[in-house]
């Protein structure tokens, strides 16, 4: 299946779907690149859930930014 997203660095990423017993595998292809990176989810996952999982994964291997986390919690000070 491919697919494309306009947020990604890539363009378009073909997406394969392998069962492995109680286990979806998922590839997602870079095709400006070749570039494939490969994520193992429950087949409890829906399938936009398998996506976003193995694109998000390919785009961090591809080295898009990312949002910064949030802060965390400011150090206490102690009187």
Known sequence: MAGRDDKSPA??????????GQQ?????I??????????ITPLTATRFQ???????????KLGADEPP???GPKPAKYA
């Not at 363009?11 to 492995?20: A, D, I, K, P």
């Not at 979806?24 to 997602?28: F, K, T």
């Open 11 to 20: 363009g378009r990423v073909f997406f394969e779907f392998t069962q492995l």
């Open 50 to 60: 398998m996506q976003s999982l193995a694109l998000a994964k390919l785009r961090r």
């Open 24 to 28: 979806m595998r998922v590839a997602a």
């Open 30 to 39: 870079d095709e400006a690149t070749g570039t494939e990176v490969v994520v």
């Open 69 to 71: 986390p949030p802060p």
